[in-house]
């Protein structure tokens, strides 16, 4: 991607790699270095899409469920 904002993370999950910055969206790529895809917002537990975040980690659990904090 370009210029995705401030604060990235990068995590495992599944068979791909997942990227997010500061107020991004959510990218995937199948290796750490990209090429990466834009695939999507957040949204919170109710469906609602979330609107502003900082400084975000991306924590994929042994469960397979996939958590933004």
Known sequence: PGDIGY????????????????GAGLWEAAHPLGPWTEI???VSPDGRPLE???????????????YLY
């Open 40 to 42: 999507g917002g957040f």
């Open 7 to 22: 604060a990235p993370t990068v995590a495992r999950h599944r068979d791909r790699f997942l990227l997010t910055a500061s």
């Open 52 to 66: 502003r975040w900082l400084d975000p980690m991306i924590f994929p659990d042994d469960d397979g469920r996939l």
